[in-house]
């Protein structure tokens, strides 16, 4: 089956050199990026991967995957890093018709990932006590089309919690995750995973020794580094700079009732 433009869809703008755009295919000239002026308008009903000549260079017009989304996202709060989104995922065991309960939503870079992981059967309730970031994180999740799968609402949860109970992950992105370890207890389902994100050892430490009085177990933390490499003819070889810390992610299990 062919897959092709429809009116609305995002469309990915790739070209080699050039960084990737995102925009809604919507009928007659858009402004792109400041002045820059596209008019997708003749790609609607054509096949996916078509050309699109654009300032002088020619792109190619895909599907946005999650990197995509997650390089052009809007930024407001620090977002989290795709290599620990990944792991993110993976230990906080988020798949398929997942009841993922978040906090904080930021720049709803997390909130793209677990929205794209748990799909169009799951639901992920995303919290955050700012207005201005929970508006900034739903415009970008909205962006790719993914706004009925994720409810945003302005709370905080250290003082409040989620509000509801029957999710099989919690995953939090915020500076005092301690405060949430009871709230996350009333949250999950028996043997529901908490997972927390965060920059420092020392936030890490604390949360680790609430952990150790709560109803959680099996707790373990760890970081990831990713090393990119540089590869030209026969000078192959790591790349001299990396980015060599952005958080350490703990997880643990809902045991105890
Ligand atoms: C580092 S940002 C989260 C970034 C997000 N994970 C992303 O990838 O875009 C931390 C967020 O946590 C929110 N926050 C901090 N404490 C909170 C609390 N107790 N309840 C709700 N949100 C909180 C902040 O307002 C901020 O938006």
Redesign the pocket.
């Known amino acids: 089956m062919v897959d092709s433009w429809a009116e609305g869809d995002a469309v990915c703008l790739i070209a080699p050199r050039e960084a990737p755009r995102i925009v809604r295919l919507a009928r007659g000239p858009q402004r792109v990026g400041g002045d820059s002026v596209l008019d997708l308008t003749e790609q609607i009903g054509r096949p996916v991967g078509g050309e699109v000549p654009w300032l002088g260079a020619t792109y190619r017009a895909v599907r946005p995957s999650l990197s995509d989304l997650l390089t052009t996202l809007h930024r407001g709060?620090?977002?989290?890093t795709a290599k620990d989104a990944a792991q993110i995922l993976l230990l906080a065991g988020v798949a398929p018709g997942g009841r993922v309960a978040e906090?904080?939503?930021?720049?709803?870079?997390?909130?793209l990932v677990l929205a794209s992981a748990v799909g169009p059967g799951g639901h992920v309730l995303s919290?955050?006590?700012?207005p201005e970031?929970l508006e900034n994180?739903r415009s970008n999740v909205a962006r790719a089309g993914w706004g009925d799968r994720v409810e945003f609402r302005r709370?905080?949860?250290?003082l409040e919690g989620w509000g509801e109970d029957g999710f099989t992950s919690v995953v939090l992105?915020?500076?005092?995750p301690w405060?949430?370890v009871t709230h996350a207890e009333k949250a999950l389902v028996p043997g529901g995973i908490f997972l927390a994100y965060l920059p420092t050892i020392n936030q890490t430490a604390e949360l680790r020794g609430a952990l150790e009085r709560s109803a959680f177990a099996m707790a373990e933390t760890f970081e990831i580094l990713r090393r990119t490499w540089h590869i030209e003819g026969r000078s192959v070889r790591p790349d001299h700079r990396m980015v060599a810390h952005t958080g350490f992610i703990t997880h643990a299990r809902l045991l105890a009732a």
């Open positions: 709060a620090q977002i989290v906090a904080g939503s930021g720049s709803g870079a997390l909130t919290c955050d006590r700012r970031f994180a709370r905080d949860v250290a992105d915020l500076a005092e405060q949430v």
